[in-house]
């Protein structure tokens, strides 16, 4: 794996897809079940609108999950970002993936950070506006959460976590 200093590795832990995990509609039990626990969610943030995620999850598998944060000082694009994590082998599951990881490991997540989970730009949706959009979840430093997607164009600096998932 190929080293790029601007990201520093944040923590590694291993995360299990649960057996009755369905790709189709886990966005949708995602809000049904949590919707409430966020300061904000985006009801945008939808089975349809990201239905074209780059790797589905198998049910029952075990994945290496990685959080690499951004050092501080650096100003990073999406193709730089999604260029770092083919060096990691990461398999991009988008926003279901990161639904999972909030599930199973939110104490994870970094105080004051956005957890952004990448995918090919032919994967991610569009906006009205035809934007495209990553999903992120925000932990707030006192430890509230948020729920949304952002811009792909803007640049991602130090408040910015990738999540990264990998075959164990």
């Not at 035809?130 to 992120?136: D, H, I, K, S, T």
Request: proline share 2%; net charge positive.
């Amino acid at each position: 794996m190929k080293s790029d200093n601007r990201f520093i590795l944040l923590d590694t832990f291993l995360l299990k897809v649960t057996k009755g995990y369905r790709h189709t509609n886990q966005l949708e039990i995602f809000r049904k079940e949590n919707r409430g626990k966020f300061n904000f969610y985006n009801d945008d943030i939808t089975d349809a609108n990201f239905a074209k995620v780059t790797n589905k999850l198998i049910p029952g598998k075990t994945y290496t999950v990685k959080i690499f944060g951004i050092r501080s000082g650096k100003v990073i694009w999406a193709p730089d970002c999604l260029a770092f994590l083919r060096t990691q082998s990461a398999i991009l599951v988008g926003a279901q993936g990161i639904s999972i990881v909030w599930q199973q490991a939110k104490e994870k997540f970094p105080k004051g950070k956005w957890m952004v989970s990448f995918d090919e730009e032919e994967a991610l949706w569009r906006d009205a506006d035809g934007n495209l959009r990553v999903p992120f979840v925000r932990r707030a430093s006192e430890g509230g959460f948020d729920f949304s997607a952002i811009n792909f164009d803007l640049g991602w600096d130090h408040v910015c976590c990738l999540l990264c998932f990998c075959d164990e």
